[in-house]
């Protein structure tokens, strides 16, 4: 079965720099979750679209930001990136919302 | 507002030993599901359960078993003769409805070792 597609799997970046990420959502799946887990740490709600508007925003950075397209899939843009943005970002998405969310594998963003 | 605690920070048993993971919950909402979640060494996130707030009852899933109870605001979670594999963080997570996207909210996770 399909599943939720993140890419890329790794991202190193420099302070400064930007970095975006994408997320694939399961087909016919309605809603799309952004979360960030540091190290140690639990996943943090960032942001989430349904039908391709925004829904709710979590403690997302203003230098954040995210969009979902028409095709459904989504992108986190990160810009001027800081160490403290080193973690693990996992988008997941749901067919109905509350009733399941499939995570990806998620992204692991470096910054050195 | 909503939360989940999991005041286990880190669990270690011998296996075959059974371990119970506790969760407790707040939350305004009379709708409302809640989660478990494993998440190994590799990092991906790996669903086990999900209970509405409607459904009281217990759930057995071969060595994994779920103790609801709203009278206690909590869900939680045993393993009954643990195995080495067992070994990840688990967390529990609460998602509701009232002025939210039904986004999850993370308990603070609970890291489980099992010893050989």
């Known amino acids: 079965a399909a599943g939720v597609i993140q890419s890329p799997r790794h991202l190193i970046k420099e302070k400064r720099e930007t970095a975006t990420l994408k997320c694939y959502p399961i087909p016919r799946h309605d809603t799309v979750y952004w979360y960030q887990q540091g190290p140690g740490q639990d996943p943090q709600f960032l942001i989430s679209?349904?039908?391709?508007?925004?829904?709710d925003k979590g403690s997302i950075p203003d230098r954040f930001s995210a969009q979902q397209f028409s095709d459904y899939h989504s992108e986190l843009n990160m810009s001027s990136l800081e160490l403290g943005d080193s973690a693990l970002y996992f988008c997941?998405?749901?067919?109905?919302?509350?009733?399941?969310?499939?995570f990806g594998s998620g992204t692991r963003l470096t910054v050195v | 507002a909503q939360k989940v605690t999991q005041a286990q920070t880190e669990i270690s048993v011998v296996e075959k030993e059974d371990v119970t993971l506790d969760c407790v919950y707040e939350?305004?909402?009379?709708?409302?599901?809640l989660f478990w979640y494993k998440q190994p060494p590799s990092g991906e996130l790996v669903f086990l359960i999900r209970?509405?707030?409607?459904?009281?009852q217990n759930e057995i899933s071969g060595r994994y078993s779920w103790n609801f109870q709203k009278s206690t605001s909590s869900f939680n979670f045993t393993i009954t003769a643990s195995q080495v594999v067992d070994s990840a963080v688990y967390f529990c997570a609460l998602s509701e409805g009232m002025d939210s996207s039904y986004k999850l909210i993370f308990g603070s996770g609970t890291r489980l070792l099992v010893r050989p």
């Open positions: 997941a998405s749901s067919l109905q919302q509350g009733y399941g969310y499939t």
């Open positions: 209970r509405n707030s409607f459904d009281e």
């Open positions: 939350t305004r909402d009379t709708t409302y599901y």
């Open positions: 679209f349904y039908e391709k508007m925004q829904s």
